[in-house]
């Protein structure tokens, strides 16, 4: 399976909390929910693209609890979110969690980079991450992901946890598709293109003027 990556961001690069008030208020952090006004037609229409090309989810503890907490009990066969999430494998990174009543979740407790390294052998199409901005600071400090599923949100917050650290990974990275919802919303699509590429303006203007 190709492992790729789902994030919310605000144009200055915060996760935190996209989904609620209370998502996750550490760090005194009092702008939950920023995203929840653009989520649209054309947001929801893109989102179960994504949920189409998935065969696993891997997930940050924290995430996997909210999740837990609300698509078990979402039972219309014909949401494909729904559908998928409570149907296909859940793996979960952690070292706090000690049960999981979520069916056909399995529990990740030994070294991340080794078991993500294993289950992306695994035959299928797409292990995804969904949020989970920790685990996912993990598999971009070691390049681990295939595809970035970046959600560009038109907010400025100033503060929260910002997604790209210092600690990641130098990534090339390959557009593929990019569109902008009704809302405002930048959706691009990145392929892991391997480290990047390096180049010196200075050089290239004094060789065009031989």
Do not use: C
């Given at each position: ?5 789902t994030q919310f961001v605000t144009v200055d690069g ?155 990974q130098p990534t090339g990275l390959r557009l593929t ?34």
């Amino acid at each position: 399976m190709e492992l790729s990556l789902t994030q919310f961001v605000t144009v200055d690069g915060v996760y935190q909390a996209p989904g609620g008030p209370q998502e996750d208020t550490s760090g005194g952090f009092t702008h939950g929910g920023w995203s929840v006004p653009f989520g649209d037609a054309d947001f929801g229409a893109f989102v179960d693209e994504v949920f189409e090309r998935v065969d696993a989810f891997l997930l940050g503890r924290r995430t996997y609890e909210i999740f837990a907490g609300y698509w078990p009990k979402v039972t219309d066969p014909d949401n494909p979110v729904a559908a998928k999430l409570n149907a296909l494998p859940k793996y979960v990174a952690t070292s706090t969690l000690e049960r999981a009543e979520w069916a056909g979740t399995q529990l990740l407790r030994g070294d991340l980079v080794a078991e993500v390294t294993a289950l992306k052998q695994h035959p299928g199409r797409e292990l995804q991450v969904h949020g989970s901005g920790n685990l996912a600071h993990t598999l971009l400090a070691n390049g681990l992901f295939d595809t970035l599923y970046l959600l560009t949100f038109p907010v400025l917050l100033g503060t929260g946890k910002r997604l790209f650290t210092s600690d990641i990974q130098p990534t090339g990275l390959r557009l593929t598709d990019s569109r902008v919802t009704g809302s405002g919303v930048v959706i691009s699509t990145y392929r892991n293109a391997g480290a990047p590429r390096y180049g010196d303006y200075t050089d290239e203007a004094t060789a065009a003027a031989q």
